[in-house]
């Protein structure tokens, strides 16, 4: 059981340039979630999902885009990368059981732009 | 969402007891109150979680007084390895997103 896993764990990025994170969970969570981190702040949500074929934005979704075509999975798009998207991008999941709110986080994606 | 608003940072000693409160004063009546802990270039990890009252596992306890526009994390006894970040969040039973605020540093000195 390997939780959630993020893939990769560092990238750097020229402005302009695209990328794909992904985000894996093996607890068959319902909900996912892709949070950045930038240095001395706290988590912002930028999308999340609440099921598979669903999205929904965040707080900061602009200059993103997300997929959930498989439960176990949720992919966070950069279409054209900008420095200002320098952070750690953090994901998480969850069940949807009523009254249950632990979200469990994978270890990080550090992303530079230049 | 509720708005949480909590201290920027706190200091403490090891084998001292640890509160952090949080106020939420808008908090609605089917929220429930959760707080997560956070080390250097790690994800947040769940502490505990509570709706009223006092909540107690193996490493925390949480207390939520009658009007619950507050609560309180109590750390017993904290050594340097309890050095991170702690951020309350307020969501409902069906609240699909929760936000973070910008959580309380704490740090544990020898």
């Known amino acids: 059981n390997a939780g959630v896993t993020q893939t990769p764990k560092f990238r750097v990025l020229k402005t302009g340039q695209s990328m794909t994170l992904l985000c894996a969970q093996d607890?068959?969570?319902?909900?996912m979630y892709w949070y950045r981190q930038d240095p001395g702040m706290g988590l912002r949500l930028i999308h999340y999902?609440?099921?598979?074929?669903?999205?929904a934005k965040g707080e900061v979704p602009d200059g993103y885009n997300v997929s959930r075509l498989k439960k176990q999975n949720f992919l966070l798009g950069l279409e054209s990368a900008a420095p200002s998207q320098t952070s750690v991008y953090f994901c998480?999941?969850?069940?949807?059981?009523?009254?249950?709110?632990?979200?469990?986080f994978g270890p990080g994606t550090r992303l530079t732009v230049t | 969402l509720a708005k949480t608003t909590q201290p920027i940072s706190m200091d403490s000693y090891e084998g001292q007891e640890v509160n952090i409160t949080c106020s939420h004063n808008n908090i609605a009546t089917n929220d429930y109150i959760t707080w997560y802990q956070q080390f250097p270039s790690q994800g947040p990890r769940f502490i505990i979680q509570g709706y009223k009252t006092k909540v107690t596992n193996e490493v925390a306890s949480l207390f939520i007084p009658a009007d619950r526009k507050s609560s309180t994390l109590s750390l017993p006894r904290v050594s340097l390895s309890d050095t991170a970040v702690y951020y309350c969040l307020v969501g409902a039973f069906n609240t699909d997103k929760l936000i973070f605020g910008t959580g309380t540093r704490l740090q544990v000195f020898p």
């Open positions: 607890m068959n969570h319902e909900y």
């Open positions: 998480a999941s969850r069940t949807n059981t009523r009254g249950t709110y632990e979200q469990y």
């Open positions: 999902s609440v099921g598979e074929g669903t999205t």
